[in-house]
């Protein structure tokens, strides 16, 4: 059983997918571990603390990944990478499958079984296994490190015999993973910290952290969240309202910090350019989900816009900001799901297709896309019969 860890070829992503700890790992569970020189580099991780781990080095991604039967990865690999990659061999790796079909039909024409780790079901034997948490929690706390850094005056209050500096005022839109990090990042800074989300269970735990819920709390409000813990779209009717209070709220705010995302969908719009415009200059937004079009207008992704001495952040890859954190967390994951495909008697890689961290995570095998939201939709057989007999 060999697993590769190839380097990432994204010049933006400074994550690798398997770090010493967990390589030493897969080789007591009987694996052979490859990884590529200077994979682990931008996460502080020198070649020689893996040879330490007992892993092989490899000059190249293509000798890295040749004959391995697992290839294990932060992002999902481009097709120049893929004629490489043995046919029937695992990739586990986050996809980010939503918009890029092509990317996941040349894995299925690859003939590899892709594993989409974002996809892993929100259940508790799962819960060691979720990249999106642990990436997201990362992510929430490098915003307000980011913003800090724009913000051209302190965070915290401040007594001093010249006088009392004001602490900054912070606003979160979004109470996930990210934004309650956030919360309590900026509340350790000093700041007084407000959110909001849509979701009604977000309120009491907005509170826990010490900050004060902002929100339209109506009929509409309380039944806004689906049975996986996730916000569902709101209607333009609950939209209009909850913009008002937001719009009064920000004229106030010194920083605020976006994170609303809903899976499968562009980021919803929270910030618009007369809320950006209404704010004090000096003032800084950072909008975490710049990747999925932003939650603020005018956020740009990767740029620091100034308008009207507002700045508007749109990193790209926070989490990726702290890579040395990040690779350690997310290689855990990896490790915690793969660990559950080998059999350790037989030492071998022994997946069970009908596991339901499987079949929630399995994008393509054998060929095809096989993911229920990515399958091709057959035509109807009366319509390809009418088909044949036109041409």
């Given at each position: ?276 415009a209404s704010m004090k200059p000096g003032s800084v937004l950072v909008d975490l989900a710049v990747e999925r079009g932003g939650n603020v207008e005018g956020a740009r992704p990767n740029e620091v816009v100034d308008i009207d001495g507002k700045k508007i952040v749109g990193h790209l890859n926070v989490a990726g900001r702290i890579p040395a954190t990040a690779s350690q967390l997310y290689a855990k994951n990896l490790f915690a799901f793969v660990e559950t495909l080998i059999d350790k008697k037989e030492k071998k890689l022994a997946v069970n297709w009908d596991d ?36």
């Amino acid at each position: 059983m060999k697993i590769g860890v190839p380097a990432e070829i994204d010049a933006l992503e400074s994550r690798v997918a398997a770090t010493p700890e967990t390589i030493k790992k897969f080789i007591a569970l009987g694996a052979e571990v490859v990884v590529q020189s200077g994979a682990g580099l931008r996460s502080r991780i020198p070649d020689a603390e893996y040879t330490a781990a007992g892993a092989a080095i490899a000059a190249t991604g293509a000798d890295t990944v040749r004959d391995a039967d697992i290839v294990l990865k932060v992002r999902r690999p481009a097709n120049g990478e893929l004629a490489a990659y043995k046919a029937g061999a695992l990739v586990v790796a986050t996809m980010d499958p939503y918009g890029n079909d092509d990317a996941i039909a040349a894995m299925a024409g690859a003939g590899v079984t892709a594993v989409a780790m974002e996809f892993m079901p929100r259940i508790t034997r799962a819960q060691v296994m979720d990249i999106l948490s642990s990436q997201a929690n990362l992510a929430g706390y490098q915003a307000v490190i980011d913003a800090a850094s724009e913000y051209d005056r302190a965070l915290p209050m401040m007594m001093t015999a010249a006088g009392t500096v004001p602490a900054a005022r912070v606003f979160v839109m979004g109470a996930g993973v990210a934004g309650l990090q956030a919360i309590a990042t900026a509340r350790r800074l000093g700041a007084v910290v407000t959110a909001t989300d849509v979701r009604p269970a977000a309120k009491e735990q907005v509170e826990s952290l010490g900050a004060k819920f902002v929100a339209v709390e109506d009929e509409e409000f309380k039944q806004a969240e689906t049975a996986a813990g996730y916000a569902k779209p709101m209607s333009a009717e609950y939209q209009a309202k909850q913009a008002a209070l937001v719009a009064e709220h920000i004229k106030k705010q010194d920083i605020v910090i976006t994170t609303a995302l809903i899976p499968g969908r562009p980021a919803p719009k929270l910030v618009s350019a007369a809320m950006v415009a209404s704010m004090k200059p000096g003032s800084v937004l950072v909008d975490l989900a710049v990747e999925r079009g932003g939650n603020v207008e005018g956020a740009r992704p990767n740029e620091v816009v100034d308008i009207d001495g507002k700045k508007i952040v749109g990193h790209l890859n926070v989490a990726g900001r702290i890579p040395a954190t990040a690779s350690q967390l997310y290689a855990k994951n990896l490790f915690a799901f793969v660990e559950t495909l080998i059999d350790k008697k037989e030492k071998k890689l022994a997946v069970n297709w009908d596991d339901e961290l499987v079949k929630a995570t399995v994008l393509t095998r054998n060929g095809a896309i096989v993911h229920p939201a990515f399958r091709p939709v057959e035509a109807p057989k009366e319509i390809l019969v009418a088909e044949q007999g036109a041409s």
